[in-house]
Protein backbone atom coordinates (compact mmCIF):
# COMPACT_ATOMS: atom_id res chain seq x y z
CA UNK A 1 0.00 0.00 0.00
CA UNK A 2 1.55 3.36 -0.37
CA UNK A 3 1.91 5.22 2.50
CA UNK A 4 -0.63 8.83 3.23
CA UNK A 5 -1.12 11.01 5.70
CA UNK A 6 -4.76 10.94 4.79
CA UNK A 7 -7.03 9.59 2.29
CA UNK A 8 -10.10 12.00 1.22
CA UNK A 9 -12.04 9.46 -1.63
CA UNK A 10 -14.31 12.13 -3.15
CA UNK A 11 -14.17 11.04 -6.89
CA UNK A 12 -16.49 12.66 -9.64
CA UNK A 13 -18.50 9.93 -11.39
CA UNK A 14 -22.03 9.75 -13.45
CA UNK A 15 -23.41 7.10 -14.35
CA UNK A 16 -26.72 8.32 -16.54
CA UNK A 17 -25.25 12.08 -18.06
CA UNK A 18 -27.80 13.27 -20.59
CA UNK A 19 -25.89 13.92 -23.74
CA UNK A 20 -26.28 13.21 -27.83
CA UNK A 21 -26.74 9.69 -28.82
CA UNK A 22 -25.97 9.00 -32.07
CA UNK A 23 -26.01 5.52 -34.62
CA UNK A 24 -28.49 2.98 -34.16
CA UNK A 25 -32.24 3.72 -33.85
CA UNK A 26 -34.23 2.20 -30.93
CA UNK A 27 -35.54 -0.82 -33.44
CA UNK A 28 -32.03 -1.63 -34.47
CA UNK A 29 -28.78 -3.18 -32.62
CA UNK A 30 -26.06 -1.48 -31.94
CA UNK A 31 -23.25 -2.74 -34.43
CA UNK A 32 -20.71 -3.65 -31.84
CA UNK A 33 -23.79 -5.83 -30.37
CA UNK A 34 -24.79 -7.48 -33.78
CA UNK A 35 -21.21 -8.34 -34.14
CA UNK A 36 -20.56 -10.18 -30.97
CA UNK A 37 -23.95 -11.97 -31.21
CA UNK A 38 -23.42 -13.60 -34.67
CA UNK A 39 -19.88 -14.74 -33.78
CA UNK A 40 -21.11 -15.83 -30.61
CA UNK A 41 -23.48 -18.11 -32.23
CA UNK A 42 -21.15 -19.73 -34.47
CA UNK A 43 -19.10 -20.31 -32.38
CA UNK A 44 -21.87 -22.06 -29.67
CA UNK A 45 -22.68 -23.87 -32.94
CA UNK A 46 -19.48 -25.13 -34.61
CA UNK A 47 -16.23 -24.43 -32.09
CA UNK A 48 -15.07 -27.85 -31.39
CA UNK A 49 -11.38 -29.63 -31.48
CA UNK A 50 -11.32 -33.49 -31.95
CA UNK A 51 -12.51 -34.86 -29.06
CA UNK A 52 -12.34 -31.81 -26.57
CA UNK A 53 -15.52 -30.35 -25.52
CA UNK A 54 -17.52 -27.36 -27.37
CA UNK A 55 -17.97 -24.55 -25.13
CA UNK A 56 -20.70 -24.33 -22.70
CA UNK A 57 -21.23 -21.02 -22.16
CA UNK A 58 -19.61 -17.90 -24.23
CA UNK A 59 -19.13 -14.41 -22.41
CA UNK A 60 -18.09 -10.82 -23.97
CA UNK A 61 -18.20 -7.78 -22.31
CA UNK A 62 -17.05 -4.84 -24.85
CA UNK A 63 -16.04 -1.48 -23.25
CA UNK A 64 -16.38 1.34 -25.46
CA UNK A 65 -14.18 3.82 -24.07
CA UNK A 66 -13.64 8.03 -24.41
CA UNK A 67 -11.56 9.26 -21.87
CA UNK A 68 -9.60 12.28 -21.47
CA UNK A 69 -6.46 12.46 -18.92
CA UNK A 70 -5.16 15.58 -17.91
CA UNK A 71 -1.96 16.09 -15.30
CA UNK A 72 -0.43 18.87 -14.26
CA UNK A 73 2.16 20.46 -11.56
CA UNK A 74 2.09 23.88 -10.06
CA UNK A 75 0.02 25.70 -12.55
CA UNK A 76 1.77 23.77 -15.76
CA UNK A 77 0.71 20.48 -17.53
CA UNK A 78 2.61 17.88 -18.12
CA UNK A 79 0.47 15.50 -19.80
CA UNK A 80 -3.17 15.98 -22.09
CA UNK A 81 -4.25 13.12 -23.87
CA UNK A 82 -7.67 12.32 -25.52
CA UNK A 83 -7.93 8.09 -25.46
CA UNK A 84 -10.97 6.44 -27.74
CA UNK A 85 -10.57 2.58 -27.94
CA UNK A 86 -12.71 -0.38 -27.64
CA UNK A 87 -11.65 -3.19 -25.34
CA UNK A 88 -13.27 -7.23 -25.75
CA UNK A 89 -13.05 -8.63 -22.99
CA UNK A 90 -13.90 -12.92 -23.65
CA UNK A 91 -14.55 -15.49 -21.67
CA UNK A 92 -15.18 -19.62 -22.51
CA UNK A 93 -16.37 -22.35 -20.44
CA UNK A 94 -15.87 -25.59 -21.18
CA UNK A 95 -17.36 -28.72 -19.20
CA UNK A 96 -20.20 -27.93 -17.13
CA UNK A 97 -22.02 -25.69 -14.60
CA UNK A 98 -20.54 -28.38 -11.88
CA UNK A 99 -16.97 -28.21 -13.17
CA UNK A 100 -15.30 -26.22 -15.59
CA UNK A 101 -11.75 -24.48 -16.72
CA UNK A 102 -12.08 -21.79 -14.97
CA UNK A 103 -14.00 -22.40 -11.40
CA UNK A 104 -13.24 -20.16 -8.49
CA UNK A 105 -11.15 -17.91 -10.82
CA UNK A 106 -12.39 -15.57 -13.38
CA UNK A 107 -10.47 -14.80 -16.24
CA UNK A 108 -11.58 -12.71 -19.48
CA UNK A 109 -9.10 -12.74 -22.13
CA UNK A 110 -9.00 -9.11 -23.21
CA UNK A 111 -8.09 -7.91 -27.00
CA UNK A 112 -8.41 -4.12 -28.64
CA UNK A 113 -11.20 -4.25 -31.36
CA UNK A 114 -11.28 -1.30 -34.18
CA UNK A 115 -13.34 1.72 -33.21
CA UNK A 116 -15.04 2.03 -36.00
CA UNK A 117 -18.82 0.56 -36.52
CA UNK A 118 -17.62 -1.69 -39.35
CA UNK A 119 -19.51 -4.91 -39.07
CA UNK A 120 -17.06 -7.21 -40.30
CA UNK A 121 -13.79 -6.10 -39.05
CA UNK A 122 -15.59 -6.03 -35.48
CA UNK A 123 -17.07 -9.57 -35.73
CA UNK A 124 -13.23 -10.80 -37.39
CA UNK A 125 -12.08 -9.56 -33.45
CA UNK A 126 -14.78 -11.66 -32.01
CA UNK A 127 -13.41 -14.42 -33.89
CA UNK A 128 -9.96 -14.24 -33.16
CA UNK A 129 -10.27 -14.09 -29.82
CA UNK A 130 -12.87 -16.69 -29.57
CA UNK A 131 -10.38 -19.19 -31.15
CA UNK A 132 -7.72 -18.16 -28.86
CA UNK A 133 -9.61 -18.48 -25.88
CA UNK A 134 -10.96 -21.35 -26.61
CA UNK A 135 -8.05 -22.89 -27.37
CA UNK A 136 -6.55 -21.55 -23.62
CA UNK A 137 -9.50 -23.11 -21.88
CA UNK A 138 -9.72 -26.91 -23.35
CA UNK A 139 -5.99 -27.14 -22.33
CA UNK A 140 -7.03 -25.60 -18.52
CA UNK A 141 -9.93 -28.15 -18.47
CA UNK A 142 -7.66 -30.98 -18.75
CA UNK A 143 -5.75 -29.86 -16.08
CA UNK A 144 -8.67 -29.07 -13.92
CA UNK A 145 -9.51 -32.77 -14.64
CA UNK A 146 -6.11 -34.30 -13.84
CA UNK A 147 -5.30 -32.27 -10.93
CA UNK A 148 -9.24 -33.66 -9.86
CA UNK A 149 -8.34 -37.17 -10.20
CA UNK A 150 -4.79 -36.84 -8.94
CA UNK A 151 -5.84 -35.63 -5.24
CA UNK A 152 -9.12 -35.87 -2.40
CA UNK A 153 -11.46 -33.82 -2.53
CA UNK A 154 -12.39 -31.41 0.27
CA UNK A 155 -15.06 -29.93 1.27
CA UNK A 156 -13.83 -26.32 -0.70
CA UNK A 157 -13.90 -28.09 -3.86
CA UNK A 158 -17.60 -29.28 -3.59
CA UNK A 159 -18.63 -26.11 -4.63
CA UNK A 160 -19.84 -25.66 -8.39
CA UNK A 161 -17.68 -24.05 -10.72
CA UNK A 162 -20.46 -21.35 -12.10
CA UNK A 163 -23.36 -20.82 -11.24
CA UNK A 164 -27.71 -20.73 -13.42
CA UNK A 165 -28.56 -17.23 -13.65
CA UNK A 166 -31.81 -16.34 -15.02
CA UNK A 167 -30.74 -13.92 -18.40
CA UNK A 168 -31.68 -10.26 -18.50
CA UNK A 169 -32.07 -8.24 -21.43
CA UNK A 170 -31.66 -4.43 -20.50
CA UNK A 171 -30.51 -2.34 -23.20
CA UNK A 172 -30.62 1.75 -22.99
CA UNK A 173 -28.76 3.63 -26.38
CA UNK A 174 -25.34 4.32 -26.50
CA UNK A 175 -23.88 7.47 -25.73
CA UNK A 176 -21.54 9.72 -27.12
CA UNK A 177 -19.75 12.59 -25.21
CA UNK A 178 -18.02 15.11 -27.04
CA UNK A 179 -14.86 16.80 -24.82
CA UNK A 180 -13.60 20.16 -24.79
CA UNK A 181 -9.76 19.50 -24.22
CA UNK A 182 -8.70 22.92 -24.33
CA UNK A 183 -11.29 24.12 -21.99
CA UNK A 184 -10.19 21.29 -19.28
CA UNK A 185 -6.35 21.91 -19.71
CA UNK A 186 -7.05 25.57 -18.42
CA UNK A 187 -9.35 24.75 -15.82
CA UNK A 188 -6.62 22.15 -14.18
CA UNK A 189 -4.03 24.81 -15.14
CA UNK A 190 -5.87 27.11 -12.67
CA UNK A 191 -6.18 24.56 -10.10
CA UNK A 192 -3.21 23.29 -9.95
CA UNK A 193 -1.54 26.38 -9.45
CA UNK A 194 -3.56 27.52 -6.32
CA UNK A 195 -0.38 25.43 -5.01
CA UNK A 196 2.18 27.94 -5.84
CA UNK A 197 1.27 30.25 -3.04
CA UNK A 198 2.00 27.38 -0.45
CA UNK A 199 5.79 26.74 -0.19
CA UNK A 200 4.87 23.57 2.01
CA UNK A 201 4.35 21.56 -0.89
CA UNK A 202 7.90 20.08 -2.01
CA UNK A 203 6.03 18.30 -5.00
CA UNK A 204 2.03 18.49 -6.22
CA UNK A 205 0.22 16.59 -8.66
CA UNK A 206 -3.20 17.31 -10.14
CA UNK A 207 -4.82 14.64 -12.18
CA UNK A 208 -7.99 15.17 -14.01
CA UNK A 209 -9.60 12.60 -15.99
CA UNK A 210 -13.39 11.94 -17.81
CA UNK A 211 -14.12 8.54 -18.93
CA UNK A 212 -17.13 7.68 -20.44
CA UNK A 213 -17.94 3.91 -21.62
CA UNK A 214 -20.34 2.05 -23.34
CA UNK A 215 -20.43 -1.23 -21.85
CA UNK A 216 -21.84 -4.33 -23.64
CA UNK A 217 -22.53 -7.46 -21.79
CA UNK A 218 -22.93 -10.36 -24.35
CA UNK A 219 -23.34 -14.16 -22.87
CA UNK A 220 -24.87 -17.80 -24.79
CA UNK A 221 -27.60 -17.68 -21.95
CA UNK A 222 -29.39 -14.86 -23.61
CA UNK A 223 -28.21 -12.01 -21.30
CA UNK A 224 -28.17 -8.77 -23.04
CA UNK A 225 -26.58 -5.24 -21.02
CA UNK A 226 -25.73 -2.45 -22.91
CA UNK A 227 -25.35 0.79 -20.09
CA UNK A 228 -23.32 3.96 -20.66
CA UNK A 229 -21.51 5.28 -18.06
CA UNK A 230 -19.26 8.58 -17.11
CA UNK A 231 -16.94 8.70 -14.48
CA UNK A 232 -14.88 12.18 -13.54
CA UNK A 233 -12.32 11.89 -11.05
CA UNK A 234 -9.79 14.83 -9.84
CA UNK A 235 -6.54 13.23 -7.89
CA UNK A 236 -4.19 15.14 -6.08
CA UNK A 237 -1.53 13.99 -4.60
CA UNK A 238 1.31 16.77 -2.81
CA UNK A 239 4.12 15.77 -0.89
CA UNK A 240 5.63 17.91 1.99
CA UNK A 241 8.71 17.43 4.64
CA UNK A 242 8.04 17.93 8.12
CA UNK A 243 10.94 19.61 10.57
CA UNK A 244 12.39 16.74 11.55
CA UNK A 245 12.27 15.82 7.57
CA UNK A 246 9.54 13.44 7.91
CA UNK A 247 7.36 12.50 4.31
CA UNK A 248 4.19 13.38 4.28
CA UNK A 249 1.93 13.08 0.84
CA UNK A 250 -1.91 13.92 1.10
CA UNK A 251 -4.41 12.94 -1.09
CA UNK A 252 -7.54 14.26 -1.91
CA UNK A 253 -9.96 12.99 -4.36
CA UNK A 254 -13.01 14.40 -5.21
CA UNK A 255 -16.84 13.56 -7.02
CA UNK A 256 -19.79 15.05 -7.87
CA UNK A 257 -22.93 12.70 -9.41
CA UNK A 258 -23.60 15.07 -12.66
CA UNK A 259 -21.62 17.84 -14.20
CA UNK A 260 -24.60 20.05 -13.00
CA UNK A 261 -23.96 19.05 -9.30
CA UNK A 262 -20.06 19.27 -9.75
CA UNK A 263 -18.84 21.92 -7.01
CA UNK A 264 -18.15 25.67 -8.41
CA UNK A 265 -14.58 26.94 -9.27
CA UNK A 266 -15.06 28.64 -6.06
CA UNK A 267 -15.42 25.72 -4.03
CA UNK A 268 -12.97 23.35 -5.67
CA UNK A 269 -10.31 26.55 -4.91
CA UNK A 270 -11.56 26.80 -1.75
CA UNK A 271 -11.12 22.74 -0.97
CA UNK A 272 -7.54 22.68 -2.28
CA UNK A 273 -6.93 25.74 0.23
CA UNK A 274 -7.88 23.92 3.03
CA UNK A 275 -6.08 21.02 2.11
CA UNK A 276 -3.26 22.88 1.83
CA UNK A 277 -4.32 24.36 5.33
CA UNK A 278 -4.46 21.00 6.85
CA UNK A 279 -1.48 19.66 5.90
CA UNK A 280 0.30 22.52 7.94
CA UNK A 281 -1.38 21.64 10.41
CA UNK A 282 -0.55 17.71 10.46
CA UNK A 283 2.94 19.03 10.00
CA UNK A 284 3.22 20.97 13.42
CA UNK A 285 1.61 18.41 15.29
CA UNK A 286 3.96 16.30 17.37
CA UNK A 287 5.45 13.18 16.81
CA UNK A 288 3.85 9.93 18.08
CA UNK A 289 6.81 7.70 19.90
CA UNK A 290 4.98 5.81 22.50
CA UNK A 291 3.81 2.68 22.72
CA UNK A 292 0.23 2.60 23.44
CA UNK A 293 -2.15 -0.64 24.04
CA UNK A 294 -5.50 0.27 24.89
CA UNK A 295 -8.95 1.52 24.19
CA UNK A 296 -9.56 3.94 19.93
CA UNK A 297 -12.38 5.74 19.81
CA UNK A 298 -12.94 5.91 15.76
CA UNK A 299 -15.39 8.51 14.39
CA UNK A 300 -16.11 10.22 11.14
CA UNK A 301 -14.12 9.11 8.15
CA UNK A 302 -11.76 6.97 10.49
CA UNK A 303 -14.88 5.00 11.27
CA UNK A 304 -15.62 4.60 7.51
CA UNK A 305 -12.46 3.33 6.62
CA UNK A 306 -12.35 0.76 10.04
CA UNK A 307 -15.75 -1.21 8.30
CA UNK A 308 -14.35 -0.95 4.54
CA UNK A 309 -10.76 -2.34 4.95
CA UNK A 310 -11.28 -4.62 7.73
CA UNK A 311 -15.20 -5.48 7.68
CA UNK A 312 -15.73 -5.04 3.70
CA UNK A 313 -13.13 -7.42 1.86
CA UNK A 314 -14.00 -10.56 4.64
CA UNK A 315 -18.17 -10.70 3.21
CA UNK A 316 -16.47 -11.09 -0.18
CA UNK A 317 -15.65 -14.66 1.62
CA UNK A 318 -12.45 -15.38 3.20
CA UNK A 319 -12.36 -15.47 7.05
CA UNK A 320 -15.79 -15.48 6.96
CA UNK A 321 -17.16 -18.33 4.87
CA UNK A 322 -17.41 -20.46 7.29
CA UNK A 323 -18.81 -18.24 9.82
CA UNK A 324 -22.34 -17.94 8.85
CA UNK A 325 -24.62 -18.04 11.76
CA UNK A 326 -21.70 -17.08 13.75
CA UNK A 327 -21.08 -13.21 15.75
CA UNK A 328 -18.48 -11.40 13.88
CA UNK A 329 -19.66 -8.08 15.27
CA UNK A 330 -21.51 -7.04 18.72
CA UNK A 331 -25.16 -7.85 18.64
CA UNK A 332 -26.44 -4.39 18.90
CA UNK A 333 -24.56 -4.08 14.96
CA UNK A 334 -26.09 -5.05 11.92
CA UNK A 335 -24.92 -4.42 8.31
CA UNK A 336 -26.78 -4.07 5.46
CA UNK A 337 -25.73 -3.61 1.68
CA UNK A 338 -28.22 -2.26 -0.38
CA UNK A 339 -27.47 -0.82 -4.15
CA UNK A 340 -31.54 0.48 -4.17
CA UNK A 341 -30.70 3.26 -1.99
CA UNK A 342 -30.00 6.64 -3.58
CA UNK A 343 -29.66 8.95 -0.88
CA UNK A 344 -28.90 8.66 3.13
CA UNK A 345 -30.74 11.26 4.53
CA UNK A 346 -29.35 14.45 2.38
CA UNK A 347 -26.45 12.56 1.16
CA UNK A 348 -26.27 11.28 -2.32
CA UNK A 349 -25.19 7.62 -2.03
CA UNK A 350 -22.82 6.80 -5.12
CA UNK A 351 -23.13 2.53 -4.94
CA UNK A 352 -26.77 2.35 -6.56
CA UNK A 353 -26.78 -0.21 -9.11
CA UNK A 354 -29.85 -2.07 -11.22
CA UNK A 355 -27.98 -5.05 -12.38
CA UNK A 356 -24.57 -6.50 -12.14
CA UNK A 357 -21.51 -6.92 -13.90
CA UNK A 358 -22.12 -10.50 -14.64
CA UNK A 359 -25.86 -9.63 -15.52
CA UNK A 360 -27.51 -10.59 -12.31
CA UNK A 361 -30.00 -8.21 -11.04
CA UNK A 362 -28.75 -7.15 -7.44
CA UNK A 363 -30.84 -7.07 -4.36
CA UNK A 364 -30.92 -5.84 -0.88
CA UNK A 365 -28.68 -8.02 1.74
CA UNK A 366 -28.74 -8.22 5.02
CA UNK A 367 -25.26 -9.56 5.62
CA UNK A 368 -24.83 -9.23 9.65
CA UNK A 369 -28.01 -9.07 11.99
CA UNK A 370 -27.81 -8.48 15.50
CA UNK A 371 -23.82 -9.31 15.10
CA UNK A 372 -24.14 -12.71 13.34
CA UNK A 373 -23.26 -13.13 9.88
CA UNK A 374 -26.12 -14.02 7.64
CA UNK A 375 -24.45 -14.06 4.07
CA UNK A 376 -21.76 -13.22 1.70
CA UNK A 377 -21.17 -10.76 -1.03
CA UNK A 378 -22.10 -13.33 -3.97
CA UNK A 379 -20.86 -13.53 -7.86
CA UNK A 380 -21.77 -16.48 -9.98
CA UNK A 381 -18.79 -17.98 -8.33
CA UNK A 382 -20.36 -20.04 -5.55
CA UNK A 383 -18.94 -21.16 -2.63
CA UNK A 384 -19.79 -24.37 -0.67
CA UNK A 385 -22.40 -22.85 1.35
CA UNK A 386 -24.11 -20.77 -1.20
CA UNK A 387 -24.77 -21.46 -5.15
CA UNK A 388 -25.91 -18.76 -6.32
CA UNK A 389 -25.19 -15.01 -7.15
CA UNK A 390 -26.62 -12.04 -5.32
CA UNK A 391 -25.84 -9.34 -7.66
CA UNK A 392 -22.49 -8.27 -6.13
CA UNK A 393 -19.88 -8.73 -9.24
CA UNK A 394 -18.53 -5.02 -9.64
CA UNK A 395 -15.71 -3.99 -11.96
CA UNK A 396 -14.23 -5.44 -15.46
CA UNK A 397 -11.19 -5.91 -16.87
CA UNK A 398 -8.80 -8.86 -17.13
CA UNK A 399 -9.99 -10.34 -13.91
CA UNK A 400 -13.59 -10.29 -14.58
CA UNK A 401 -16.06 -8.93 -11.55
CA UNK A 402 -15.53 -9.80 -7.98
CA UNK A 403 -17.59 -9.40 -5.18
CA UNK A 404 -17.89 -5.92 -3.80
CA UNK A 405 -20.20 -3.85 -1.75
CA UNK A 406 -22.23 -1.43 -3.27
CA UNK A 407 -23.94 1.35 -0.36
CA UNK A 408 -22.73 -0.72 2.96
CA UNK A 409 -24.58 0.49 6.02
CA UNK A 410 -23.83 -0.21 9.40
CA UNK A 411 -26.78 0.23 11.94
CA UNK A 412 -26.56 0.60 15.77
CA UNK A 413 -29.46 0.04 17.78
CA UNK A 414 -28.02 1.20 20.93
CA UNK A 415 -26.48 4.15 19.61
CA UNK A 416 -24.45 6.76 22.08
CA UNK A 417 -23.70 10.44 21.26
CA UNK A 418 -19.86 11.28 21.20
CA UNK A 419 -19.76 12.78 24.01
CA UNK A 420 -21.32 9.47 25.77
CA UNK A 421 -18.35 7.56 23.55
CA UNK A 422 -15.86 10.03 24.68
CA UNK A 423 -16.81 10.03 28.46
CA UNK A 424 -16.89 5.74 27.77
CA UNK A 425 -13.24 5.56 26.60
CA UNK A 426 -11.89 8.05 29.58
CA UNK A 427 -13.40 5.54 32.06
CA UNK A 428 -11.77 2.55 29.88
CA UNK A 429 -8.40 4.01 30.68
CA UNK A 430 -8.70 4.95 33.86
CA UNK A 431 -9.42 1.25 34.30
CA UNK A 432 -6.00 0.04 32.75
CA UNK A 433 -3.77 2.70 34.37
CA UNK A 434 -3.48 5.35 30.94
CA UNK A 435 -2.99 8.46 30.83
CA UNK A 436 -4.73 9.52 27.68
CA UNK A 437 -6.79 7.39 25.26
CA UNK A 438 -6.86 7.83 21.63
CA UNK A 439 -9.13 9.18 18.66
CA UNK A 440 -8.98 8.78 14.70
CA UNK A 441 -11.11 11.40 12.90
CA UNK A 442 -10.05 11.02 9.79
CA UNK A 443 -9.43 7.98 7.06
CA UNK A 444 -6.11 8.32 6.68
CA UNK A 445 -4.38 5.05 5.52
CA UNK A 446 -4.81 1.51 5.59
CA UNK A 447 -4.88 -0.61 8.95
CA UNK A 448 -2.90 -4.06 8.22
CA UNK A 449 -3.95 -7.21 9.88
CA UNK A 450 0.07 -8.18 10.03
CA UNK A 451 1.89 -5.04 9.22
CA UNK A 452 1.50 -2.04 10.51
CA UNK A 453 -0.18 0.40 8.88
CA UNK A 454 1.19 3.69 7.11
CA UNK A 455 1.19 6.68 9.16
CA UNK A 456 -1.86 8.10 10.49
CA UNK A 457 -2.98 11.18 12.58
CA UNK A 458 -4.38 10.41 16.22
CA UNK A 459 -5.79 12.99 18.88
CA UNK A 460 -4.35 12.05 22.76
CA UNK A 461 -7.30 12.04 24.70
CA UNK A 462 -6.21 13.05 27.91
CA UNK A 463 -7.91 11.32 31.17
CA UNK A 464 -7.74 14.39 33.64
CA UNK A 465 -8.81 17.09 31.75
CA UNK A 466 -10.76 15.48 28.46
CA UNK A 467 -8.76 17.51 26.34
CA UNK A 468 -7.12 16.71 22.69
CA UNK A 469 -3.89 17.13 21.22
CA UNK A 470 -3.21 16.03 17.49
CA UNK A 471 -0.08 13.87 17.14
CA UNK A 472 1.36 12.64 13.71
CA UNK A 473 3.13 9.64 12.39
CA UNK A 474 1.33 6.48 14.48
CA UNK A 475 1.03 3.39 13.38
CA UNK A 476 -1.84 0.61 13.58
CA UNK A 477 -0.50 -2.67 14.31
CA UNK A 478 -1.61 -6.20 14.31
CA UNK A 479 -5.65 -4.91 13.63
CA UNK A 480 -7.26 -7.87 12.38
CA UNK A 481 -11.54 -7.87 11.56
CA UNK A 482 -11.33 -10.58 14.48
CA UNK A 483 -11.01 -6.59 16.82
CA UNK A 484 -14.20 -5.62 15.16
CA UNK A 485 -15.77 -8.66 17.46
CA UNK A 486 -14.70 -6.37 20.56
CA UNK A 487 -16.47 -2.94 19.86
CA UNK A 488 -17.84 -1.85 23.57
CA UNK A 489 -19.93 0.91 22.19
CA UNK A 490 -21.03 2.53 18.93
CA UNK A 491 -22.55 6.33 17.93
CA UNK A 492 -25.97 7.12 17.04
CA UNK A 493 -24.02 9.51 14.58
CA UNK A 494 -24.04 7.61 11.26
CA UNK A 495 -21.40 9.20 8.54
CA UNK A 496 -22.09 8.56 5.19
CA UNK A 497 -18.45 8.54 2.57
CA UNK A 498 -18.87 8.02 -1.30
CA UNK A 499 -15.58 6.53 -2.49
CA UNK A 500 -14.16 4.30 -5.91
CA UNK A 501 -12.99 0.89 -5.28
CA UNK A 502 -10.20 -0.12 -7.35
CA UNK A 503 -8.36 1.15 -9.60
CA UNK A 504 -9.19 5.07 -8.80
CA UNK A 505 -5.89 6.45 -9.48
CA UNK A 506 -5.97 6.49 -13.51
CA UNK A 507 -9.57 7.79 -13.95
CA UNK A 508 -12.00 4.36 -13.30
CA UNK A 509 -12.82 2.39 -10.48
CA UNK A 510 -15.95 1.12 -8.90
CA UNK A 511 -18.36 3.92 -7.04
CA UNK A 512 -19.55 2.12 -3.87
CA UNK A 513 -20.54 3.80 -0.61
CA UNK A 514 -19.76 3.17 3.08
CA UNK A 515 -22.41 4.48 6.22
CA UNK A 516 -21.03 4.00 9.59
CA UNK A 517 -21.17 5.79 13.08
CA UNK A 518 -18.68 5.72 15.36
CA UNK A 519 -17.00 3.41 17.38
CA UNK A 520 -15.00 2.29 20.49
CA UNK A 521 -12.83 -0.52 20.09
CA UNK A 522 -11.70 -2.03 23.18
CA UNK A 523 -8.01 -2.25 22.59
CA UNK A 524 -5.41 -1.47 19.28
CA UNK A 525 -1.76 -1.51 19.27
CA UNK A 526 -0.65 1.82 18.28
CA UNK A 527 3.35 2.97 18.33
CA UNK A 528 5.60 5.12 15.61
CA UNK A 529 4.95 4.24 12.39
CA UNK A 530 6.60 3.55 9.32
CA UNK A 531 8.02 6.87 7.92
CA UNK A 532 9.89 7.58 4.91
CA UNK A 533 12.72 10.08 5.91
CA UNK A 534 14.07 12.70 3.23
CA UNK A 535 17.11 15.11 3.60
CA UNK A 536 16.13 18.76 3.28
CA UNK A 537 17.04 20.27 -0.33
CA UNK A 538 19.53 22.73 -0.03
CA UNK A 539 18.13 25.58 -1.95
CA UNK A 540 14.28 26.54 -1.92
CA UNK A 541 12.00 25.44 -4.27
CA UNK A 542 11.88 27.66 -7.20
CA UNK A 543 8.72 28.95 -7.03
CA UNK A 544 8.65 30.30 -3.57
CA UNK A 545 11.21 33.15 -2.81
CA UNK A 546 11.96 34.60 0.55
CA UNK A 547 9.53 37.35 0.37
CA UNK A 548 6.53 34.29 -0.41
CA UNK A 549 7.90 32.23 2.48
CA UNK A 550 7.24 35.09 5.05
CA UNK A 551 4.59 35.99 3.41
CA UNK A 552 2.89 32.70 3.77
Known sequence: MRKTYKIITLSFLIFSLVCSAFGQSNTEKPVVMRAVEDEMKRAMKDLKFNSFDKPYFLEYVVEDVNQLT???TFGAIKQSRKIRNRILYTQVRVGDYELDNIGQFAFRLPFPMPVDDNYDALRRSVWFVTDRAYKQAINMFEVVKASKRNRTQDDDEKAPSFSKETPIVQLQKPETLEIDKEKWEKQVREWSSIFRTFPQFRESNFNFYIRHVNRYLINSEGARILKPSLLITIDVHAKSVTSDNTVVEPYLHKFATTF??????ETITN?????AKKLEKHKKAKPFKDTYIGPALFTEGASVQLFLQLLSPNLKGGDFTDRIGRKVLPSFLSVIDDPTLAKF????LAGGYEIDDEGVKAKTLTLIENGALKTLLMTRSPNKYIKNSNGRARGSGPRGSNANISNLIVKSKEGKSFAE?????IE??????LSYGVIFRENDATFGSFTGSS??????????DGREELYRDAGIFDLSVRELRNILAAGNDPYPFNLLIGSSYNGSGTPASVVAPSV?????????????REKPKLVNHPFFNKAEITKN
Open 345 to 348: GDHK
Open 428 to 433: ECKKQG
Open 271 to 275: DLKDF
Open 70 to 72: IQA
Open 455 to 464: PVMVYKVYVE
Open 260 to 265: DEMPSN
Open 421 to 425: LKKQL
Open 520 to 532: LLEEIYLKRGRNI
